[in-house]
């Protein structure tokens, strides 16, 4: 039986393998790696099977999925390329910021390309991914693909031109960072730490939960929360005088250009944070 073949045993290898093993998935799955002790973790951590020598993973793979950083890339695939094949694989691409079209000339047009981005928290099933795919890929392969990261999260495709927007929006770094900035912000006031997560879990955690359960725009939820004159109103109104949103957008576009550089592509943008301007009302775009 044909495996699914991870090329890279990193981070992201494991939290997928764990969202798969968690969702009970039947094909082997392989993975090989360079470091022979992220090997050893994930055997014993998963039971999958280890593989050091490279072209042994590869002519197991049904899927074959590379999932090393975007640096490493282009060198994985010069090795891959010298493999003598003897059928088409499905690959996909884990490697921020690069196109499918340079995927495609690196090995060739006889191989089907499709790119995933994969949130970590497909470790409990709850994951995001996003993919997109060449149009060597037809429709059998897609659902293959799809149906894969289907078992750790929920999953859209989306045009490989909205690729990297998505990669620097849908980060869970995004939730984490703002918790660990409200739970030590709640302290500098008077909570202990106890208090100051569960304050801030609630704040943040439960606030997205009721939103998308429920059927109320984002808007009237913000209104429903922060009456006028009131407290929290007050604080998202100092929020937005101090730039809060171009804060956020600033963020984004720094890591547009960080995904374009590891790719190899020049940033197309340089970015200037403007100074707030004075009386900003919140607003929800």
């Known amino acids: 039986m044909k495996a699914t073949v991870f090329l890279g045993g990193g981070r992201i290898?494991?939290?997928?393998?764990?969202?798969?093993?968690?969702?009970?998935?039947?094909?082997?799955?392989?993975?090989?790696d360079r470091h022979p002790e992220k090997l050893r973790h994930?055997?014993?951590?998963?039971g999958v099977v280890t593989e050091t020598n490279l072209e042994i993973a590869v002519e197991s793979a049904r899927l074959l999925i590379v999932a090393v950083r975007p640096a490493s890339a282009f060198e994985l695939l010069k090795r891959i390329e010298k493999i003598d094949f003897r059928r088409?694989?499905?690959i996909i691409s884990l490697a921020a910021g690069i196109p499918l079209e340079r995927l495609e000339n690196s090995l060739g047009s006889q191989h089907r390309w499709a790119?995933?981005?994969?949130?970590?928290?497909?470790?409990?099933?709850?994951g995001l991914t996003a993919l997109a795919f060449s149009r060597a890929l037809q429709k059998k392969g897609r659902l293959e693909v799809h149906s894969l990261f289907a078992m750790v999260g929920s999953v859209i495709e989306i045009p490989e031109t909205q690729f990297?927007?998505?990669?620097?929006?849908?980060?869970?770094?995004?939730?984490?960072?703002?918790l660990a900035?409200?739970?030590?912000?709640?302290?500098?006031i008077g909570l202990d730490q106890k208090t100051a997560r569960i304050a801030a879990a609630h704040a943040l955690g439960d606030a997205i939960t009721s939103w998308r359960s429920g059927d109320l725009p984002l808007n009237e939820l913000l209104n429903e929360a922060a009456t006028p004159g009131g407290i929290?109103?007050?604080?998202?109104?100092?929020?937005?005088?101090?730039?809060?949103?171009?804060?956020?957008?600033?963020g984004l576009r720094t890591g547009l250009d960080r995904a374009r550089k590891n790719a190899g592509i020049a940033p197309k943008t340089r970015i200037t944070l403007r100074k707030p301007r004075p009386q900003l009302q919140t607003a929800v775009r």
């Open 88 to 90: 088409k694989l499905t």
């Open 232 to 250: 929290a109103a007050a604080v998202m109104e100092s929020l937005d005088r101090a730039g809060y949103q171009r804060i956020v957008e600033n």
């Open 42 to 46: 994930l055997k014993r951590r998963y």
């Open 115 to 126: 790119r995933a981005m994969p949130s970590p928290v497909c470790r409990t099933g709850d």
């Open 181 to 188: 900035a409200l739970i030590k912000a709640s302290q500098s």
């Open 13 to 32: 290898t494991s939290a997928l393998i764990a969202g798969l093993r968690l969702a009970k998935y039947k094909l082997p799955i392989v993975v090989h």
């Open 164 to 178: 990297d927007a998505f990669t620097v929006t849908f980060s869970s770094s995004h939730g984490y960072h703002a």
